[in-house]
């Protein structure tokens, strides 16, 4: 007899549930303890950052009760980024003057800085390639490289450690990921050799089905005299399955099926039972014993994904090295072109005096006219030259708003004449000898920390090409039962009471006769670990050069200030030494416009000296990798985006007349 619609309800939502709860308690072993991943902002007490970036995101297979169970399939949506400026920005503009001093610039780099925003981001997709591989997922591969979006700040020097990509936002793909070679470097082999890795996440597949048919019959008299007859089949399938880093895989699958046939056919005693249910469940457990043999091996894209974060964050540790080295060079290029309106300004002043000396003594009679027309040219040159030395300082003024602000178009900004309370001058400080410096950037180099840590990938690779190598051998084990009966009761009870058991175990073995694709992959990823080998050495040697060259050149920058001071110097006494004697008669005008010439050139020669060597402590700061822990600047600050502790930077010499200069008007 049949067994009523409600019961068949009942029974197939208690297997349901069945399933759900062995699908429950695998993901609480999958996770074991909690695994919370959180974006790099740290902490929760950092969550109220410039770009409210900090806030946690749980990892999403971690279930922490079965109500929860949905949230695996909910999008997360990041907030959009801050274009406001911050606060200290806006602190530091007072009656239409934004007064910066050095340490105020980095900070506001730090806070505002776009180049470092956008890096910012490559934390957290790190964190997601993480995520991915602890699914058993291959790596998406993460973003590396310089961003260079903010003009201005080119260093005198050449030495420079870190390298700008080419991809969106000036990045471009990591090696962790990579399927192109970079740097000269083959990195086609990196996390796409080896066996394959099967998913970490547990999967739960179901079909429901129904089907409906009717169909004509060869022989009527058999049927009951029916020249047609309708069979009805309703289908329960359910799927599981689950597998471990040990190279173990385990599938659960239970089947159910009910079939209803006409009831003529049934009364006639042509058919036994109406409805026919069936049932099954079958356990199969598959452990790799070659290939895809080891926990290493098969968690080999998890220990590379948390190489590569380690990897990105020694290259955001770069970016904020790289932007901070730039706002110091945009800092002093600003002070230089003050420098240079101030040196424009006394040139035209002493130009004008000329001129107006020589009217004079063209009324007495005393001197040619022709010399008031050589002095005018005089005068109308260096008002050029002032008017270019203002509008550079214009720019330079705007290329420091842009680097330190997001919002450029603020109006309180855009109105405000920067004015730098720091200047330039000869640091009394003793630099540490050379092997020193050259110790200390080997040690810290963020571009070496990505070449070692890459070398750990490649070497990750190289093993599980090796494991490629070997014959596909796995041991497989089944149990199951099955039931058969015209109600559910009696199919559940066949089942449980094992009378249709089905088990065994066998091997399967897969033996590639000559195996020419996994050993050139296996010689790919040895040579591709060769080279990195390589390549490691040559930065080293290249980044010791570079501190080298950076130490030298600033040696003979310092000579060169003392060298461009001491002909200034000279040529400003020269000057006011030929004017005393044009005041006495004893020279010509021209000789005191030939002596102004030569002064100014001397003053802009010193300018540019002093400049150059600022610019070129920076870089020797830059290339030892110095320039944070000396300036006490702490990458968490970057990370979250929010200065908490204010940068220090060592040798600055406040101005203390930083304002004599009267700024161009901003147009």
Known sequence: MSVPRPVHVIHRTIASVAIVALLSSSLLAQTGQSTQTTLPNGPQAKAQSQDNYAAPLTEYTHANSILSV?????????????????????????DGKLMLSMNDAVALVMENNFDIAIARYNLDAADMDILRA???????????????????????????????????????????GSTSGTGGLVSSTLNSVGSAIDSYDPSLSAKLSGDRSRFAVSQPLFYGGLTSVSENTNTYNFAFSQAWSTGTLAQVSYSNQRQTLPGQL???????????????????????LLQGWGIDNNRRNIISAINNRKAT??????????????????????????????????????????????????????????????????????????????TKLQYQQLIIKNAIARNFNDPALTAAVVIPTDTMAISNEQAPPVEELVNYAIANDPGLLQSEINLRNYELSSKAAKNGLLPSLDLYGYYGTSGLANNYGDVFSGIVNRTSADKGAYVQLSIPLRNRSAQADQVSAE???????????????????????????????????????AARDYNQQSLEAEQKKYDLGASTSTLVLQQLNNATSAAFTYVQALSNYEKDRVALDKVTTQILDRSGIMVEDAVSGQVTHMPSVPGLQPNSTPATVAAPVQK
Do not use: C
């Open 313 to 390: 964050s020694a290259s955001f540790r770069a970016q904020v090295i790289s932007t901070v080295a730039q706002i110091q060079n945009i800092y002093w290029d600003l002070v230089n072109a003050y420098e240079d309106v101030k040196v424009e300004q006394q040139n035209l002043e002493y130009s004008q005096r000329t001129l107006s000396d020589n009217k004079k003594q063209v009324e007495i009679g005393t001197l040619a006219p022709i010399e008031v027309v050589s002095a005018q040219s005089t005068v109308a040159a260096a008002q050029q030259k002032l008017i270019l030395s203002q």
């Open 527 to 565: 040579l591709s670990y060769r080279q990195t080998q390589l390549s490691l050495q040559q930065a080293k040697n290249t980044l010791n050069l570079a501190v080298r060259n950076a130490a030298f050149t600033l040696e003979q920058d310092r000579a060169a200030v003392e060298a461009a001071r």
């Open 70 to 94: 949905w949230k695996p399939y909910v999008p997360h949506t990041l907030p959009q980024p801050v274009m406001s400026n911050s606060d200290r920005l806006h602190s530091l503009i007072k």
């Open 266 to 288: 049934v009364a006639a005693g042509i058919v036994a039972d109406d409805p026919q249910l069936t049932g099954a469940w079958q356990v199969t457990v598959r452990q790799h």
């Open 134 to 176: 602890k699914a058993g997922a291959s790596l998406r591969g993460v973003s590396s490289g310089l961003l260079s979006g903010t003009p201005g700040g080119a260093s005198t020097s050449a030495s420079t450690s870190g390298t700008t990509g080419s991809g969106a936002g000036g990045t471009t793909a990591g090696a962790g």
